[in-house]
């Protein structure tokens, strides 16, 4: 079974400073990935995605992530923190293909703090 | 509309009552997707539709929780004889499907239901 885990429940970073969430997954099968940001009282808004092709995906917001097959991992970065970006940060993985193959599981989520 | 939108964003319930959550997806979407996110938690696949048809319900947690989509467009979540373990926002996502492309899912708002 697919499953997300994203170690870090909490993050505080100061605004300016750069940024890495980890997210780390299980798949038997080439992944899907995703990252969604959530802020409160918000739906879930894609940030960036990866299908296939180049490993460094760059997605709106000024954030990027990069997929490492090896350490089946998808970690998150953007490199100067806007206070604005404080929210919620959930990475996914979804199966390829339509239909219920792509339904996405979720980690826990990684709560980020900016401090000005 | 531009995007998925959910009814009602708040409902409150006291244990035993029925709640019906309706969503509206975007026009001409294909799939429609049912999560359920507890506090604190990444949300979790309750169920999918592709069309009118409900493909897997694999997520439903009990059989209180009921799914419909009679015509292909809007749907409806039902649960009944509520408990405070429902207590959670649920997430509709909705998107295109084109045959072996992976499509985006597009989140509604949620609705935040609390069982008293």
Same mark, same amino acid.
């Given at each position: 079974a697919?499953?997300?885990t994203q170690?870090d429940?909490?993050?505080?970073v100061s605004?300016g400073?750069?940024?890495?969430?980890?997210?780390?997954? *299980?798949?038997g099968?080439?992944?899907?990935l995703?990252?969604?940001?959530q802020?409160? #009282?918000? %739906?879930?808004q894609l940030?960036? +995605?990866?299908f296939?092709?180049?490993?460094l995906?760059?997605?709106?917001?000024?954030?990027?992530?990069?997929?490492k097959?090896s350490?089946?991992?998808?970690?998150l970065?953007?490199p *100067?923190?806007?206070?604005s970006?404080?929210?919620?940060?959930f990475?996914a993985v979804g #199966?390829g %293909?339509?239909g219920t193959?792509? +339904?996405l599981?979720f980690?826990t989520?990684?709560?980020?703090q900016?401090?000005? | 509309?531009?995007?998925?939108?959910?009814?009602?964003?708040y409902k409150?319930a006291?244990?035993?009552?029925?709640?019906a959550?309706?969503c509206?997806p975007?026009?001409?979407?294909?799939?429609?997707?049912?999560?359920?996110?507890?506090l604190?938690q990444?949300?979790?696949?309750?169920?999918?539709f592709?069309?009118?048809?409900?493909?897997?319900k694999?997520?439903?947690?009990?059989?209180?929780?009921f799914?419909e989509?009679p015509?292909g467009?809007?749907s409806?979540?039902?649960?009944?004889r509520?408990?405070?373990?429902?207590?959670?926002?649920?997430?509709c996502?909705s998107?295109?499907?084109?045959?072996?492309?992976?499509n985006e899912?597009?989140f509604?708002?949620?609705?935040?239901?609390?069982?008293?």
């Open positions: 697919q499953s997300v170690p429940i909490h993050i505080t605004e400073a750069s940024l890495e969430l980890r997210c780390n997954y *299980s798949y099968a080439t992944p899907y995703f990252w969604y940001v802020s409160p #009282g918000q %739906g879930l940030l960036l +995605k990866y296939s092709g180049d490993t995906v760059q997605g709106i917001k000024g954030f990027e992530a990069e997929f097959r350490q089946s991992s998808f970690n970065r953007k *100067s923190v806007h206070w970006d404080a929210a919620e940060y990475c #199966g %293909g339509t193959a792509s +339904k599981t980690g989520g990684t709560r980020l900016v401090t000005l | 509309g531009a995007g998925v939108s959910q009814s009602p964003r409150v006291k244990r035993g009552q029925d709640v959550l309706r509206d975007i026009s001409g979407h294909v799939s429609l997707f049912w999560y359920q996110q507890a604190g990444g949300p979790e696949f309750l169920t999918y592709q069309n009118e048809a409900q493909l897997d694999s997520g439903l947690p009990s059989d209180r929780f799914a989509r015509e467009s809007v409806t979540l039902k649960i009944q509520t408990q405070q373990e429902d207590s959670a926002v649920y997430l996502a998107s295109w499907t084109s045959g072996g492309r992976y899912q597009f509604g708002p949620g609705t935040r239901l609390t069982v008293l």
